[in-house]
């Protein structure tokens, strides 16, 4: 199971830090996401990280401003949101996939476990 939390209002160009605890076994996990929904729009990549490896991948939108880390005694994953601008405002989910491969990384068919979202907003 996942628990995302750390989710809030926040200014342009402020910062926020989301967390994801995995509780029960993660020994299948390949890869943990982060995707985020903002209203009426569907959801959108915005980083992994291999669960093992450590190797990161991110969107465009948000590549030098947000870094997906792990705490590998906590089984938490983190998403460090820096310079945060408006159309970061969203609905952000953590996904965690056991048999997705790299290709497939992106996209939210590829994860079977999901948290529960945690609001973002930022304001201009």
């Known amino acids: 199971q996942l628990q995302a939390s750390g989710g809030g209002l926040v200014q342009a160009r402020g910062s926020l830090r989301l967390s994801c605890a995995a509780s029960?076994?993660?020994?299948?996990?390949?890869?943990v996401g982060w995707f985020r929904q903002a209203l009426g729009k569907e959801r959108e990549f915005v980083a992994a990280?291999?669960?093992?490896?450590?190797?990161?991948y991110y969107s465009d939108s948000v590549k030098g401003r947000f870094t997906i880390t792990r705490d590998s005694v906590k089984n938490t994953v983190y998403l460090q949101m820096n310079s945060l601008k408006p159309e970061d405002t969203a609905v952000y989910y953590c996904?965690?996939?056991?048999?997705?491969?790299?290709?497939?990384?992106?996209?939210?068919?590829?994860?079977?476990?999901w948290g529960q979202g945690t609001q973002v907003t930022v304001s201009s």
């Open positions: 996904g965690a996939g056991s048999s997705l491969i790299l290709s497939s990384i992106g996209e939210p068919a590829s994860y079977a476990y």
């Open positions: 029960g076994s993660t020994f299948s996990f390949r890869a």
């Open positions: 990280r291999w669960w093992r490896t450590g190797s990161t």
